[in-house]
């Protein structure tokens, strides 16, 4: 199955330095949202890890309507972590994601939609398809819950 993501195109750093900057950028990528101009949303604050050890991050709340979701940072050093995004009716934004030496997992619901706020870099690293930091690693994106059907 392909995978369709958004990714906003990032401008000066500093533009993006705040919530309500990366929100806005994810809604441009978007374009057409059900969310309107202020829209409300929630938080959800990712982990640091190093050498694989700490804390995972999920969203697995599933709601009625449409949810935007603000994935805050996260940072992975020398190992590897994964983020699971897994509701249905979720629009999440990232705002970046730090790995140094070390691999970055999302799992992201197949009706789930997902943009990042800035357009990343990569220094001697692999695929870097979710448009965060990476030096000598790698952030994926893998599409979960879908039907076969």
Same mark, same amino acid.
């Given at each position: 199955m392909a995978t369709c993501l958004t990714w906003a195109a990032a401008g000066p750093s500093h533009a993006q330095d705040n919530e309500s900057g990366a929100l806005q950028a994810c809604l441009a990528a978007w374009g057409e949202h059900p @969310?309107?101009?202020?829209?409300?949303?929630?938080?959800?604050?990712?982990?640091?890890? =190093? @050498? *694989?050890?700490?804390?995972?991050?999920?969203?697995?709340?599933?709601?009625?309507g449409p949810s935007l979701v603000m994935v805050n940072p996260g940072v992975n050093v020398m190992g590897g972590s994964a983020i699971?995004?897994?509701?249905?009716? *979720?629009?999440? +934004?990232?705002?970046?994601?730090?790995? =140094?030496? *070390? *691999?970055?997992?999302?799992?992201?619901? +197949?009706s789930a939609r997902l943009a990042s706020s800035s357009n990343g870099a990569s220094v001697m690293s692999g695929e870097n398809t979710a448009k965060g930091v990476s030096v000598m690693g790698a952030i994926k994106v893998e599409r979960v819950g879908c039907s076969n059907s």
């Open positions: @969310f309107g101009p202020n829209p409300s949303y929630r938080t959800l604050a990712t982990s640091v890890k =190093v @050498f *694989g050890i700490g804390p995972g991050t999920a969203d697995r709340e599933v709601t009625a699971e995004l897994l509701n249905p009716q *979720g629009w999440y +934004c990232l705002r970046a994601a730090v790995n =140094v030496m *070390g *691999g970055m997992d999302i799992k992201l619901h +197949c």
